[in-house]
């Protein structure tokens, strides 16, 4: 419904300038592998780009973590580790997997506080239902350091997720409801346009897509492509019969019927016009 859109459009704003973001993401696999959007974040944290070898992967970590701090040097063990280039570090490999698990936790913690003295900083974890069990053990740590830091922690779940931060003072909770029909007519307005001719078409629209964002970006997307609607963004005209369209019934079809990335790995046809009008 467009929490990750939400999260983008805040992380893009002025009110994060001055902030370190790091972001990291859950997939649906990610249950079964421990840590990932953990190592995630330390990737983007100690700038490990893909074609690094171990050897540089080794020299970043080591550079960063002790120009931040030289009394976090005992943590560097752990991040070579998760990141997998520890080599045959011996008394890492000599710990049994409770107190590796121990020492992780207690290494990210610490990073993580200590980094926040520097600027503010802001964690983002989306997709929590797909989280993996050691990740959540970070995460519930992390919480109870919160109030004590400059630390933000943005997280995202669909409804199925279930957490115990609801009670604590400094969780809130911002639930992402369908679009208000209102809404939904004036991104309409924006992308297709004005023309009284389509007003049928929008009232079809905003009663199949039911609020939902992407549904509505996509089934604007297929209309296009198959030429009902001709003309340029903002100003579309009905070049066939509105009773002839055909507009897939669910989102699971758009989703069937659309061929290639992911629709947000994709750029929405909405962004430009809603940006021009200050929409978003
Ligand atoms: N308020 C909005 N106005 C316009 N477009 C929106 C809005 N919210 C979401 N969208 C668009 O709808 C699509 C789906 O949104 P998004 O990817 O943020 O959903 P999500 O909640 O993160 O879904 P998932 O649970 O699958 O990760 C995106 O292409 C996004 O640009
Ligand atoms: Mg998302």
Known sequence: MGKSRLFWEFTHSRRTVDWLILESGSVSYGKATAYLPVIDLLKAYFAIEDRNDARRIREKVTGKLLTLDKALEPSLPVFLAL??????????????????????????????????????????????????????????????SLPAARLLLLVNYRPEYQHGWGSKTYYSQVRIDPLPPESTGEILRAVIGD?????????????????????????????????????????????????????????????????????????????????RRGAI
Do not use: C
């Open 83 to 144: 990141l997998d280039v520890a080599g045959e570090d011996q008394p890492w490999q000599s710990l049994d997997p409770p107190q590796r698990r121990q020492r992780t936790l207690e290494a990210i913690k610490r990073l993580v506080l200590r980094e926040s003295q520097v600027q503010p900083l802001l964690l983002v974890l989306e997709d929590l239902h797909w989280i993996d069990s050691e990740t959540q053990a970070i995460l519930d740590s992390l919480i109870e």
């Open 195 to 275: 023309d009284a001719a389509l007003q049928p078409l929008k009232q079809l629209l905003i009663a199949r897509t039911d609020g939902n964002p992407l549904f509505l970006e996509e089934s604007v997307r297929t209309l296009v492509e198959t030429n009902v609607l001709i003309g340029e963004r903002g100003n579309y005209r009905l070049a066939k019969p509105i009773e002839s369209i055909q507009v897939p019934a669910t989102v699971q079809a758009v989703l069937a019927a659309s061929p290639t990335l992911p629709p947000w790995r994709r750029e929405s046809p909405f962004d430009s016009v809603l940006a």
